[in-house]
């Protein structure tokens, strides 16, 4: 690997496409090639990308289940221990503490922790917020979110080499290839 | 042989390159239409210069949202009894309009999150405005019971917080339950509706020319700048969080009814009252869903993206709701009568004929017989009768609440006690306030925050399949849709 050309200030090279179909076609290229830390930009999320890019299935859902149990569980003590314990009432003769009448609440604090760990578990997974990123730079980087496809290669892949990436790129068919530093 | 077996005879039309010709639905996004344009039609609208008529509706409704301020100060200042309440009555508008609210809001989380679950792609064009809606209802509904309490800087006694009595809230108690119904409803409702917004926030900061917008939009965005590896997860959290509010959203009505259902007062104790109640509240939300796109879409030329089609669906939705609910009335009604409960009896006799028939038969009109027009096609499509009818519909429910409500409560178990409640002033101005609140709230939505999805839009289109022959049904793009979704 010592022959690769690469340059301390080159991030990355990023690059464009029309259609999501030439950026599925690019990503399922570069995966073939053994790259692997390339990302694509798009407007929507463009459906099975993932697998052209071959990423694993993100670990969101074991977040969420952990937080799920964890709202169970504190509606379950939360209402024993307050209820039935540290200061029981009686109500008509009920039970102080009687599984039947705390499901309702049960079953809202496990979807309310679920719902945290879903919305802060993505940021959290997705390093957000984070105000820049060297990608930003391309010059066309803003129609990222309107219309254009975009494909970044980073300067970590282990097979990046600033003249092989972009020769592949524009092979591909990729446009305004550019490099962007850090 | 044609006559005895006709179906033996058609020929299945064919393309002009012999190909099976499918049947084809209408589109969900009218015209040719390219990503640009999608992002320009909706982002136009919070783009363009405050348009004068905007500024118009939005100082009558700040106007109303003072009302709400006045009759509240009031009400704080001078005690509950202002609002007309009396012995029977207690409950009387107040949770009258909580639940009229709550149950508008139903309809936001059935479009984003239950219509998403059955893969129903004509949802991407109104569920932004609609989630819009239920937070806004929600923030008008949490008005009543928190003003109710009277002295309002107990409020927090709600909440299972230590207090200067070192008690507990009752957690047996349906009134606790709906606390934190209502309060699990509002949070995730919000979160959902901001993950949603995140890509189109991006949308509009990469767009800004004021560096003001590019540092508020910019801020809000968090630096989204749609990595794949990024929307894999958010389209986890978004499945993820359909899946939680599809079974929340039932649950808070549910738990609402049981405010009623767990109570032992004919009328209110019914075990129908939790499908009935989610039904009415998806009907009314549904109601105001379509009253507020058709001036949204009207008011910002949005008619491409918020298609006829769109409108029709939801009045399918509001034609099946409605018949739900009118079985629900017949339904209360045969039970009163084979249950041999004298007190149920003359209970649901008293509802249709008594004092409080005048709401009764409003309610039957405005929620059984107006929505079973939308059976002819003719009506689904024509927007000006639409848009009456659908405010006929809230009407119709905001009476259904007050009906349970009132008649219910209006003759107790002795005569000595009944009595009849009129709503006074202050009933009327916090009721007008709420809606000057909710409409103040969206319309600073509609003016500041795409209100149509743009992200999910696109992602509908045809031209966005990567496998594509530009064919919205392509078998591939299900496919692959239903592994990921």
């Known amino acids: 690997m010592a022959d690769r050309k690469t340059d301390p200030n080159v991030a990355a090279i990023v690059a464009w496409f029309q259609t999501p179909a030439d950026l599925y076609h690019a990503c399922e290229h570069l995966r073939d090639q053994g790259y692997r830390d390339f990302d694509a930009h798009t407007p929507f999320p463009v459906h099975g990308l993932e697998k052209a890019m071959g990423l694993k299935p993100s670990p969101l859902p074991w977040v969420v289940l952990t937080c799920g149990i964890t709202g169970m569980a504190t509606a379950v003590a939360m209402q024993w221990w307050m209820g039935g314990i540290d200061y029981p009432w009686n109500i008509s003769g009920k039970p102080p503490f009687a599984l039947q009448s705390s499901i309702p609440i049960i079953f809202e604090l496990t979807v309310l922790f679920s719902a945290f760990g879903a919305f802060f578990g993505t940021w959290a997974i997705c390093r957000l917020p984070k105000p820049f990123d060297p990608v930003m730079q391309h010059p066309t980087f803003y129609k990222a979110s309107d219309d254009r496809f975009f494909i970044s290669v980073e300067a970590k892949d282990p097979k990046f080499d600033i003249g092989k990436v972009k020769a592949t790129l524009e092979k591909l068919g990729a446009q305004e290839v550019e490099e962007v530093s850090p | ?485």
């Open chain 2, 1 to 485: 042989m044609s006559a005895a077996n006709p179906e033996r005879v058609v020929t299945i039309p064919r393309d002009a390159d012999n190909s099976l010709m499918t049947i084809e639905r209408p589109p969900l996004v009218l015209g040719k239409q390219s990503f640009h344009a999608v992002t320009d039609a909706v982002s136009d609208v919070v783009e363009m210069k405050t348009p004068k008529g905007w500024l118009f509706v939005l100082s009558i409704a700040m106007f109303m949202a003072l009302i709400l301020l006045g009759s509240l100060t009031d009400l704080v200042g001078v005690g509950i009894g202002e609002w007309g309440l009396n012995h029977p009555v207690g409950w009387a508008w107040d949770i009258t309009g909580f639940v009229f609210w709550i149950g508008i809001g139903h309809a936001g989380t059935l479009i984003s999150a239950i219509l998403f679950l059955f893969r129903q792609k004509w949802r991407t064009s109104i569920n932004r405005a609609a989630e819009a809606m239920t937070l806004f209802a929600v923030a008008a509904a949490l008005i009543y019971p928190g003003f109710h309490v009277g002295r309002i800087w107990f409020a927090y006694w709600m909440l299972p917080l230590p207090n200067q009595m070192q008690m507990w809230p009752n957690f047996k108690s349906p009134l606790l339950w709906d606390v934190f119904a209502v309060s699990t409803y509002g949070t995730v409702s919000l979160l959902f509706w901001f993950l949603g917004l995140v890509p189109d926030l991006a949308t509009l900061r990469d767009r800004s020319t004021t560096k003001l917008r590019k540092i508020i939009y910019g801020t809000l965005a968090m630096g989204w700048r749609g990595s794949h590896r990024h929307w894999l997860t958010y389209e986890k959290a978004y499945m993820i969080l359909a899946g939680l509010s599809t079974p929340l959203v039932l649950s808070v009505h549910t738990i609402v009814s049981f405010d009623f259902a767990v109570s032992v007062l004919p009328g209110w104790h019914t075990t129908i009252f939790p499908p009935y109640f989610v039904a009415g509240a998806v009907f009314s939300g549904f109601a105001m869903v379509i009253t507020l796109m058709i001036l949204v879409r009207k008011a910002y030329g949005l008619e491409h993206l918020i298609t006829i089609r769109h409108l029709e669906n939801m009045c399918k939705i509001i034609l099946a709701t409605g018949s739900l609910v009118g079985y629900a009335y017949g339904m209360e009604f045969f039970m009163a009568w084979y249950s041999g409960n004298i007190y149920e009896r003359f209970t649901f006799i008293n509802r249709a004929f008594g004092p409080y028939s005048w709401a009764y038969w409003t309610m039957m009109s405005c929620n059984v017989f107006t929505p079973q027009l939308f059976w002819f096609r003719r009506i689904r499509t024509s927007i000006p009768i639409m848009f009456v009818m659908t405010i006929f519909v809230n009407i119709g429910m905001w009476f259904e609440r007050f009906v349970i409500i009132a008649s219910s409560l209006h003759r107790d178990f002795l005569p000595s006690s009944w009595g009849y409640f009129r709503p006074q002033l202050v009933d009327f101005t916090t009721f007008i306030g709420t809606f000057g609140l909710f409409l103040t709230l969206f319309l600073l939505f509609i003016r500041f925050l795409p209100a149509v999805a743009i992200s999910e839009v696109k992602g509908v289109m045809p031209n966005a399949d990567p496998h594509g022959h530009g064919d919205e049904g392509h078998a591939h793009n299900e496919e692959t849709e239903a592994a990921h979704g």
